[in-house]
């Protein structure tokens, strides 16, 4: 029985100790539906065993499986070629074909493919050598694959294609994968400007729970009445982490001094003693030399293997040991984490995945590992030891340049960031005070000496030359002095805007960027590339912030906030027990003292009335004139959370702990009590059609009840178990919105059916609303995202906010403002949206964009469900395609459109959506087609280098092989319908007339052309290449100019209407316009994500695409109009002057700046 544990590597597929968990049943249940399956975790989680075990049960079954541990092809100094070629030979051998197959020679006659195209008809292979017979293929230890020294994009991008060839292709509906690994999905294809690995089901594989356990007790050999609280005990240290569940069940057996026949016996009640002892004792004390085999020593090396990033890892796990909540936000360091195996999710937040991690790597070894990674550990624990307030411990000068020096490029802590903002902050203050001072001496030095000057008036000529030049020099290297402190002030001002604006504090970092722009207006001479990242900087927090001022003076968090029914006003509530009455400039109007901390706030539709719930269950009414209390109500027993007045103001409605819902007159009578909620009522609601009541509950559940009580509809929240935060009616009161912990935004119509549901958020919605308009809605998420959709479904607008939102209101009288509140002490304005540019959310990968002939439509996406949107963003028509999407063309008439993608796809729709036909000839994937300017013929250039054109009534005209069999990315005729071109991977371009023979090949670039067009008169021919530059040409192949300036590859450019500017895409986050000299005009910078394509309208708008699936409509003419210096003081001038928290110096920022109206 000493060895009925087995601690690490995989288990037999008979072990008695194998446990079966969630996961067994979900990971076969999947395989057999079908469904291609990932199992990533943390390392000796049990893995390899589900996956031994999956594979022996499927194989007893009669299917036929093949198993891939990666490491064992190699690693260490290993080909592409001798990879593809040992894969193939393991999976020829498990699925026992080596004796009909000769893989050598079968190699050697595809050995004029490429890698994954061998592979590739490898599988074609083995299913036809198997035929009617399901293949399921295991690969394990996916990770090594990434540490070889060549990509394996195209293996997990083969991988894909395989579960997307099932469409079209029956044979590979018999095919399954299932890949286990310490990776993320994220991980597998490396390469962010291909398609990312997104097909799959996760299998989510979690400790052992104390049913699950139960056999693990039949080799403790203890009295049977103890095996329970014992194995309970265990899980109380592991939290059913196998490998060390496993483990400390053999130290309990091996420490036990009784005879192995005999069973132990553990006095009842000693249980917890016995297995704390034995934990403490064999692997927590001295943890680093009993930690054979190795377990914890492999999550310390993955936590400091990085060390770039080792300080941001250990700065998340050390706010959680300090108690703070780390709400899980799928970031990169979050997945490292879970990765490492030191934390899990739990309930929407991060947490140690057990006590025995908890206990090693406790807040004493964080604290040495980061004293030992960081440069200035000493001044930075005695700042923090002074609850960060002992400003000499900040660093400054060379120690504060070289620890920035330091940090760049690696991922900190929050409090590290904080502490060199900090002295970044005092650096400039010192600065400012070294200036002021300098200036002092040296205009007193320059006095001194004219007066020794002017004091001697005949006889010292030489003196006085002498002095003179003494005085000129100094005077002179005060002024260097001051120049090179000025540039140094502009420059930290920049860093620091840039830093606040990726950190969402957007009013900080437009701050610094006005100061950055009039600290270098006051310079005689600066250097360009000082004022360009100044332009820079200023500029995209101009295009992309949304908050216009902030409302400052609560002493607790702000729990509620509204605007008044002529949105003149502003009402927060708070945990300090007031409530705040503001003007819509941020000014503070006046404070109504409480008994309790608030939460609802409400006002009256047409009377100065202001009605508050608080903490304790009463309900307040507040004359707004006289600033008088004229009712307190107890409404509820335990707090009263919500309060609603009728559009009518003839009654109240208020919601509370109690699970009622109640109806008050304006002075205090009880109307009526709504019951049947289960749980608290957290909101309630009123509509404009018969005064409709709405509540909505923790019970998860919303109700719709009639004025005089009637309940009309139940409306169940989307998650099981889950609960109803908030709801809220359309002005016309014939739609209802509820969110909740389902993470969606449901829309119901009265009679209780369902009519859409809007799926975003990533946390629980904790508030949403309708603007006046009836077409817009926002909802707030503990995902610290506010989403602004249109009622057909489409998010608009996604603005990330640096704390979780709480509450939202619109203002009445403008459907962009929007006030919103938090975990802070503050209300935020804000403006979602600006004359400057308007945007739509794919929440897809975008490779392309079109735009309708008349400049009404766009198209774009890549999913099986494509829209074709008007300029104001509803929904015109709708493509149901089986495919991903990589390119778009709009016919030049306007009727047409033609969209191409996987699997050799090119389907024509009418305008409306309406499928037409399939334009066929291609078998792999389409990258790009365009129409004839006649509207009469279609070209389209495929993966093989196979470019085809067919008429638009679906006939094959001609088939013709350029680009040296290379990948063709795009194609484009000319206006007079003589020539087309089309540019590929292999960098050239190729001109092609209309009878198919090529006139012309340009040597474009060195690398692929992923953008092309052809100027609306014809001349041009404009590439943008992954070079990072664009080349203007004739036809006859003579280079016309260069774009240069962008620092990453380009994926898309385009011509003007007027066809006398060019507008370049880059992945490097910006879009320029160019003359055709190749001369910038303008840069236009994105927020977050690298641009894929980019599109003139007829009417010269310019519309975007970037790689997270937002696309842009840029209003140029504004842009170009724009002072951005003015627009961002107009911005934020209500803020300067309202704002309490603003430094005074600050409030005279924009003096002397003539503003102009942003919105």
Known sequence: MANYYQIGGSLDYQAPTYIERQADKELYSALLAGDFCYIFNSRQMG???????????????????????????????????????????????????????????????????????????????LLAQCPDQRLFIFIDEVDSLLNLPFSVDDFFALIRFCYNRRTVEPAYQRLTFAIFGVAAPADLIADKQRTPFNIGRA????????????SLGQG????????????????????????????????????SQTAVNDPLNIPLGMEKFWVDSVVRDQILTHWESQD???????????????????????????????????????????????????????????????????????????????TALRPYSEAFNAWVASKQIDESRLLRGQA????????????????????????????????????????????????????????????????????????????????????????????????????????????????????AKRRLQELEQAPTELTVAADRALNQIIYWMSERNRLSGHEGHVLGV???????????????????LWAKNGQLLHTFAGNATTFGIAFHPHLPLLAATNLDGSLQIWHLESKTLLQTIQAHEGAAWSVAFSPTGEFLVSGGADHHARVWTLDGNLLKTLSGHQSMVWQVAVGAIEQTIASASLDNTAKVWTADGELLSVLPGPLDGGSLWSLAFNAMGNLLATGGDGEVIQLWNLDGNLSKTLEGHTKRVEDVAFAADGATIASASLDRTLW??????????????????RELSFSPTDVQSIVTTGTQNTAQLRQWETPLLKTIFLNDEIWDLAISPQGDRIISGDSSTVNVWDTERNIAATLQTDTILFGFDFSPDGQMIATSGHNGTLKLWTQEGRFLRDLEGHHLQIWDAAFSADSQRVVAGAEDGSIRVWTVEGDLIQTLDGHDGQRIYRVAFSPDNQNFVSAGSDGTLQIWNADGNRLHTIEAHDTDIFGLAVSPDGQFIASASADSTARLWRWDGTLVSTFKGHTTGLFGVDFSPDG????????????????????????????????????????????????DGTLTLWNLEKILALNELEYACNWIADYLQTNIDVVESDRTLCKDITTVNPS
């Open 47 to 125: 893995k390899s065993s589900l996956m031994v075990r999956s594979w022996h049960r499927l194989q007893e079954e009669g299917y036929r499986c093949a198993v891939i541990d990666v490491t064992n092809i190699g690693s260490d100094h290993i080909t592409p070629e001798q990879w593809y070629r040992g894969l193939m030979g393991i999976l020829a051998l498990q699925f026992g074909l080596r004796k009909t197959i000769d893989i050598r020679s079968w190699w050697e006659a595809h050995s004029h493919l490429s890698l994954t195209q061998i592979l590739s008809q490898f599988i074609d292979m």
């Open 203 to 214: 299998i989510m594989l979690t400790g052992f729970s104390l049913e699950e356990a139960a």
């Open 220 to 255: 403790l050999k203890i009295q049977t009445e103890n095996t329970q609280a014992i194995l309970q005990e265990v899980l109380n240290w592991t939290n059913g982490q196998p490998f060390l569940t496993q483990k400390v069940c053999q130290l309990l057996v091996t420490s």
């Open 292 to 370: 054979e085999p190795e377990h914890l020593r492999t999550i310390r090396d993955r936590l400091l293997y990085d060390d770039r990033r080792t300080g941001r890892l250990l700065g998340i796990y050390q706010r959680w040991l300090e108690g703070q909540t780390i709400p899980t936000d799928d970031s990169r360091d979050q997945i490292d984490l879970l990765l490492s195996g030191l934390m899990v999710q739990q309930q929407g937040n991060l947490c140690a995945k057990n006590r025995i991690y908890e206990t090693v790597f406790n807040l004493e070894w964080i604290q040495r590992q980061l």
């Open 400 to 515: 504060l340049h070289d620890a920035q020096t330091w940090a760049r490029g690696k991922s900190l802590s929050d409090l590290d960031y904080r502490f060199l903002a900090l002295g970044q902050e005092q650096e400039q203050i010192e600065i400012q005070r070294s200036l002021d001072l300098e200036k002092a001496e040296a205009a007193k030095r320059t006095t001194r000496l004219q007066r020794i000057l002017l004091g001697i008036t005949s006889g010292a000529l030489a003196i006085v030359s002498l002095l003179g030049a003494a005085a000129f020099l100094q005077y002179q290297r005060a002024i260097a002095s001051e120049q090179t402190a000025r540039l140094n002030e502009v420059q930290a001002l920049i860093s620091s805007a840039e830093g606040q604006f990726a950190s969402h504090h957007e009013l900080e970092a437009l701050i610094d960027a006005i100061r």
């Open 562 to 580: 509204t605007y008044s029914p002529d949105g003149e006003l502003i009402a927060t509530a708070s945990g300090d027990q007031t409530v705040k």
């Open 788 to 805: 602004i959709w249109g009622t057909d479904g489409s998010p608009w607008r996604i603005l990330q906010i640096p704390g979780d939102i």
């Open 1060 to 1107: 006398h500017m060019v507008a370049t895409a880059s992945a490097d986050n910006t879009i320029t316009l160019w003359a055709l000299d190749g001369k910038p005009i303008k840069t236009l910078y994105g927020k977050d994500s690298g641009f894929k394509s980019v599109k003139f309208s007829a009417t010269g708008e310019l519309v975007t695409a970037t790689e």
